[in-house]
C-alpha cells in the first residue's frame, strides 16, 4: 500500500517538476528577448544620433538619451549646426600651420572656449611632432582640413594626379593623428588661384567626385599682406561685419605669430559686435571662389 502510495506521489511530481522547468524556461527566454529588443532599439538610437545635435536630448526618449549621454564622452568637437541667414556667424580658420607656437594659439581659444578649422600642412613640422600636433588640435575640439603636404604651388597644381597625391599624403598624416579622414579643404591660394588655371575645372570636379568639400573665405586679417597689430585688428573687424556669415581666413605660422597677439582682443570685438563663433565643418555652407 505505502508503496503503492509512494510510487503514486513520484507520479504527480515528475510532470509538476517538469512544468515549473517549462515555465522558468520560458520566462528566462522571453527576458532575453526582451533584452535584445532594448539593445537594438539603443543601437538604433546611436546611428541615428550621428546625423542629429547633441543638444537636442531634451525631446528624445530615455533609449536615446542613453545613447546620447555615451556619445557625448565619445568626443569633444562641438556640434555643427546650420545657421540661420540672420544670425551672425564668423568661422575662424587658420592655414599653413601647424608649428611648434600653435598650443599657444589653443591656449587662447580655449580660454575664450572658442573652436576653429585649421588647414594643415606639413611645412614646418614633420613625423611624430606633426601628429602629435594634428592630435592635440582635434582632441581640444577643432576641426581638421587639407591645405597640403607641400604647399609648393608649382608642384600640386602641375597636375590633377599631382594634386592628389600631395591631398592624400596629407590626410593620410590626419588619419594617423585623429583615426578619421578629413573631408574639408582649402585649395592654397584659394580655388581661383592663377597656379591651377590649366587643371581648374578638371581639378574641381576631381576633388568634388571624391567627396571633398573645399572652402574659400570671405573676410581675412590680411597678415601674410604686412598687416599686424591695430591694422590687423581694424581689417578683421571691417571684412567679418561686411557679411552675415563670415569665413575668415588666417594664419597660423612661425612668420605670422603675431596673429596670435591679436586674437583676444578680435576674438572680444567680434562677441561684442553680437557675432556667434561657429567651428567650420562639413555642415557649413562653402564660400567657394570657383565653382
Ligand atoms: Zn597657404
Same mark, same amino acid.
Given at each position: 500500500?505505502?508503496? *503503492?502510495s +509512494?510510487?503514486?506521489? *513520484?507520479?504527480?511530481?515528475?510532470p509538476?517538476?517538469?512544468?515549473?522547468?517549462c515555465?522558468?524556461?520560458?520566462?528566462?527566454?522571453?527576458r /532575453?528577448w &526582451?533584452e535584445? &529588443?532594448?539593445?537594438?532599439?539603443?543601437?538604433?538610437?546611436?546611428?541615428?544620433?550621428?546625423?542629429?545635435?547633441?543638444? &537636442?536630448?531634451?525631446?528624445?526618449?530615455e533609449?536615446? %538619451?542613453?545613447?546620447? $549621454?555615451e556619445?557625448e564622452t565619445?568626443?569633444?568637437?562641438? =556640434?555643427e549646426?546650420? =545657421? $540661420? =541667414?540672420?544670425?551672425?556667424i564668423?568661422?575662424?580658420?587658420?592655414d599653413?600651420?601647424?608649428?611648434t607656437?600653435?598650443?599657444r594659439?589653443?591656449?587662447?581659444?580655449?580660454?575664450?572656449?572658442?573652436?576653429a578649422?585649421?588647414f594643415?600642412?606639413?611645412q614646418?613640422?614633420e613625423?611624430?611632432a606633426l601628429?602629435?600636433?594634428?592630435?592635440?588640435?582635434?582632441?581640444?575640439?577643432?576641426? %581638421? /582640413?587639407v591645405h $597640403?603636404?607641400t604647399?609648393d604651388?608649382?608642384?600640386i !597644381?602641375?597636375s590633377?594626379?599631382?594634386?592628389?597625391?600631395?591631398?592624400?599624403?596629407?590626410?593620410?598624416?590626419?588619419?594617423k593623428?585623429?583615426?578619421?579622414?578629413?573631408?574639408?579643404l +582649402?585649395?592654397?591660394?584659394g580655388?581661383?588661384?592663377?597656379?591651377?588655371?590649366?587643371? +581648374?575645372?578638371? @581639378?574641381?570636379?576631381?576633388?568634388r567626385? *571624391?567627396?571633398?568639400?573645399?572652402?574659400?573665405?570671405?573676410?581675412?586679417? /590680411?597678415?601674410?599682406e604686412g598687416?599686424? /597689430?591695430? #591694422?590687423?585688428?581694424?581689417?578683421?573687424?571691417?571684412q567679418?561685419?561686411?557679411?552675415?556669415?563670415?569665413?575668415? @581666413?588666417?594664419?597660423?605660422?612661425?612668420s605670422?605669430?603675431?596673429?596670435?597677439?591679436?586674437? =583676444?582682443?578680435?576674438i572680444? *570685438?567680434?562677441?561684442?559686435?553680437? !557675432? +556667434?563663433? #561657429?567651428?567650420?565643418?562639413m555642415?557649413?555652407?562653402?564660400? &567657394?571662389?570657383?565653382?
Amino acid at each position: 500500500m505505502r508503496k *503503492r502510495s +509512494r510510487k503514486k506521489k *513520484r507520479k504527480i511530481f515528475i510532470p509538476i517538476l517538469v512544468l515549473i522547468f517549462c515555465c522558468v524556461f520560458t520566462a528566462m527566454v522571453a527576458r /532575453g528577448w &526582451q533584452e535584445k &529588443q532594448k539593445k537594438s532599439k539603443i543601437a538604433k538610437a546611436n546611428t541615428a544620433d550621428e546625423t542629429v545635435e547633441i543638444n &537636442q536630448s531634451e525631446t528624445t526618449t530615455e533609449g536615446q %538619451i542613453e545613447a546620447i $549621454s555615451e556619445n557625448e564622452t565619445e568626443t569633444t568637437t562641438a =556640434p555643427e549646426t546650420t =545657421p $540661420s =541667414p540672420d544670425e551672425k556667424i564668423v568661422y575662424l580658420t587658420f592655414d599653413d600651420g601647424p608649428w611648434t607656437g600653435t598650443p599657444r594659439l589653443l591656449d587662447i581659444l580655449d580660454a575664450y572656449d572658442v573652436k576653429a578649422c585649421f588647414f594643415v600642412t606639413a611645412q614646418y613640422m614633420e613625423n611624430d611632432a606633426l601628429v602629435d600636433m594634428l592630435k592635440q588640435i582635434k582632441d581640444r575640439g577643432h576641426n %581638421i /582640413g587639407v591645405h $597640403s603636404l607641400t604647399h609648393d604651388y608649382k608642384k600640386i !597644381y602641375a597636375s590633377v594626379d599631382a594634386f592628389l597625391a600631395d591631398y592624400d599624403a596629407m590626410d593620410d598624416i590626419i588619419l594617423k593623428a585623429t583615426g578619421e579622414r578629413t573631408k574639408l579643404l +582649402r585649395f592654397p591660394g584659394g580655388s581661383n588661384t592663377g597656379y591651377n588655371k590649366a587643371i +581648374r575645372t578638371e @581639378l574641381l570636379q576631381a576633388v568634388r567626385d *571624391r567627396g571633398i568639400v573645399y572652402f574659400d573665405w570671405n573676410s581675412f586679417d /590680411g597678415d601674410v599682406e604686412g598687416k599686424k /597689430g591695430q #591694422e590687423l585688428i581694424d581689417q578683421t573687424i571691417k571684412q567679418v561685419n561686411a557679411n552675415k556669415h563670415s569665413i575668415l @581666413l588666417m594664419h597660423d605660422m612661425p612668420s605670422t605669430a603675431f596673429v596670435h597677439d591679436a586674437m =583676444p582682443t578680435i576674438i572680444e *570685438r567680434l562677441k561684442s559686435d553680437g !557675432y +556667434r563663433f #561657429e567651428l567650420l565643418g562639413m555642415s557649413t555652407p562653402p564660400r &567657394q571662389f570657383a565653382q
